[in-house]
């Protein structure tokens, strides 16, 4: 994966489908290898959410992969009283 020599990796978060769709997306994810799965929210055949690392070049070619209807998007710290 080319990623204009931007190597720094960043958590984002996979979601907004029916959990059976996210549970298709995981083997899409792990033969990438630029991209980890670091966490399954959820049982791995009916997840609710995936946290991948990768680097937003990375985010951008997984959501072209798993289609539109998939959010892709940085997984940011909760803030309270922001």
């Known amino acids: 994966m080319s990623n204009g020599g ?8 996979v979601g907004g489908v029916p959990p059976e769709r996210l549970a298709q997306a995981i083997p899409v994810i792990e033969e990438d290898p ?34 539109p209807d998939v959010v892709v998007e940085p997984d940011a710290p909760l ?3 922001s």
Do not use: H, Y
């Open 79 to 81: 803030e309270m009283f």
């Open 6 to 13: 931007d190597f720094s990796t960043e958590r984002f978060m």
């Open 34 to 67: 630029a991209t980890e799965l670091a966490e399954v929210k959820g049982p791995s055949e009916a997840p609710t959410l995936l946290i991948v690392n990768t680097t937003p070049d990375g985010a951008e070619q997984l959501r072209q992969q798993l289609g």
